[in-house]
């Protein structure tokens, strides 16, 4: 249940703290008042998308907050408190588009808002009857009724796998003039890239050995010198050499002092890697073999690579890839008769299956069916419409995502008159009633404590208005409702019952809500039912209208 509502800067509403009661709680007010303003914060705060312009004008942040009480135990344990404390959630909407929101004081996303939102509060907008006339809708009322997901999630499970068994089917199956063109360009494709005997890491080798090749007279120079200068040659000593005197030269004093046997111990050192240096350049200056026909057939190995890449890839590897690729669809469509037929055999298996779900499921729905008429024309007799008859009609249609049926709501306004769609017959009184009668139906599947009615009484007045009061009063006592009106008879009938006006202050409007005492209930009724003229008539009618529903709701005790 709702316990206390408190905004900040939304909209025309400066600040106001509301607090709810339990059973039926309504807020009437003049046109622009606000009134609407109070759910969009409500919606606000329970994680439903806003803009930035709900922010009252000259303010940098909004902030709502609302506090609820008796939370569900599953709820409550998923917020981490006991059944038993209250639950604050709160959503602060900054100019930038920025939301910091919280549940219980911990930081909080606005998808976590939204996820409890759900299982807290319904909100009933004065359009929804427009979505009886949506009849893509109305299959999505029975399974909510129903509560056919489960069933419903196995036969789209089942659904999913034929479909995907039918993609397979389709991609393979083409006639023989485009497989005999395919199969063609496919062994073309093949054999040119096999002809070409591509071999992985085969590109980076021979870029390096051009790369040598190109330079070749710089590389034996330069390490053909470099040799010279440590190994010298016949006609003179290289570094080797004079290491080697000069290490003789003060091996004959390493031992008279210790620092002369240091100074001898890192000569042997220095001639040790020279040596090592020595023997690699000499290992690479007779390694040096090629011919002169070499740099062309790199070159023109290197050719064939280029023009290859362009057909086929960006590199020696993705080639590769591709003709792996060219073989496995090859031999598919080779063998494609004989995949095709133990793909036809599973499919058929899977339709099978798909369809023995489709119709557990179209079963569940015809059984729910029936129960939701019966439940939503007793609602409707309620709600002064006993002569109106309400039908689910089903029609079998091929396997879709929401299995075999397609579903329609039939009424008929008079008497004597045949079952119709909805959306040809219905009236705007008519469809707030049905609506009305479909939201209670639903609600008592859920656990949901609060309910809220944002003008859904548009188009309905008279006798009908009196019966929607006492419908609403009938389901304020199993839950909590919140209901935005214009209506005297739902006003009167409210347990609670406050007012929503606006105002100027300091050259700015402001929105102030107020709980009605018992003398302020009556003349706001006699302003709901003559205007801005109250006269004692008006006044007298109100008292009346206050005495009935008081009769009434004890009744409902």
């Known amino acids: 249940m709702l316990n206390l509502l408190h905004i900040e800067n939304i909209a025309i509403i ?40 709900l922010i009252r004008t000259g303010s940098d942040k909004a902030f709502v907050s609302a506090c609820f009480s008796n939370v569900p135990a599953a709820i409550a344990q998923e917020s981490g408190i006991d059944s038993g404390d209250e639950l604050l959630l709160q959503r602060e909407i900054h100019g930038d588009g920025r939301n910091i ?42 399974d909510s009724f129903g509560r056919v997901q489960p069933l419903l999630d196995t036969y789209r499970e089942a659904y999913h796998q034929l479909s995907d068994l039918r993609r397979q089917i ?36 021979l870029l390096a050995r051009r790369n040598f090749l190109r330079n070749s007279e710089k590389f034996i120079s330069a390490v053909s010198e470099a040799d010279f200068c440590l190994s010298g040659d016949d006609n003179g000593s290289g570094a080797l050499s004079l290491l080697s005197q000069a290490q003789g030269a003060i091996s004959a004093i390493r031992n008279l002092d210790d620092s002369y046997g240091a100074l001898y111990e890192r000569l042997s050192a220095a001639y040790s890697e020279i040596y090592d ?28 690579l280029y023009r290859l890449k362009k057909k086929y890839g960006p590199s020696v590897e993705d080639m590769l890839d591709y003709l792996d690729r060219c073989r496995a669809e090859m031999n598919q469509i080779t063998d494609a008769d004989d995949t095709l037929i133990d793909l036809e055999r599973r499919r058929a298996k899977a339709e099978k299956n798909a369809r023995t779900h489709a119709e557990k499921l179209s079963q569940a729905r015809r059984e729910a069916a029936e129960s939701l008429s019966a439940q939503i024309l007793t609602e409707l007799s309620q709600l002064d419409m006993g002569k109106i008859q309400f039908a689910v009609d089903f029609t079998e249609t ?26 040809k017959i219905a009236s705007g009184g008519e469809l707030a009633r049905i609506m009305l009668a479909m939201k209670n139906v639903l609600s008592e599947q859920d656990q949901v404590g609060t309910m809220v009615f944002d ?72 302003r709901l039912t003559g205007g801005s003229l109250v006269t004692e008539t008006m006044l007298s009618g109100a008292e009346e209208l206050l005495r009935q529903a008081e009769e009434y709701r004890s009744s409902l005790v």
């Open 398 to 423: 091929e396997l879709t995502e929401n299995g075999m049926d397609a579903v329609q709501f039939l009424m008929s306004a008079n008497a004597g008159e045949a079952l119709k769609p909805i959306h």
């Open 101 to 142: 929101c919280r549940i219980n004081g911990r930081p909080a996303t606005v998808a976590q808002l939204r996820a409890l939102g759900t299982s807290l509060l319904n909100i009933h907008g004065q359009h929804d009857g427009q979505q009886l006339l949506d009849e893509e809708q109305h299959i999505l009322y029975l």
């Open 277 to 304: 240096l020595a023997d690699t350049l000499r290992d690479r200056r007779d390694s040096f073999d090629f011919s002169p026909n070499e740099l062309d057939e790199v070159e023109s190995r290197l050719d064939q």
């Open 14 to 53: 400066e600040q106001a703290d509301i607090v709810f009661e339990p059973g039926f709680n309504a807020l009437t007010g003049e046109t622009g008042a606000g009134k609407s303003i109070v759910i969009d914060s409500l919606s606000a705060v329970l994680g439903q998308r806003t803009s930035r312009d």
């Open 455 to 526: 003008e859904v009484d548009t188009g309905v007045s008279g006798r009908a208005a009196q019966k929607v009061a006492e419908k609403m009063a009938r389901i304020s006592r199993r839950k909590q409702v919140l209901c935005v009106t214009h209506l005297p008879q739902l006003a009167a009938m409210a347990d609670t019952h406050f007012s929503v006006e606006k105002g100027e202050r300091d050259g700015r409007t402001y929105t102030r809500v107020t709980r009605l005492d018992r003398q302020q209930r009556r003349s706001e009724l006699a």
């Open 170 to 205: 389709q991609a393979l199956q083409m006639d023989e003039a485009e497989k005999a063109r395919r199969l063609d360009t496919l062994r073309y494709q093949i054999s040119e890239l096999e002809r070409a005997e591509l071999r992985r890491g085969e590109e980076e080798e």
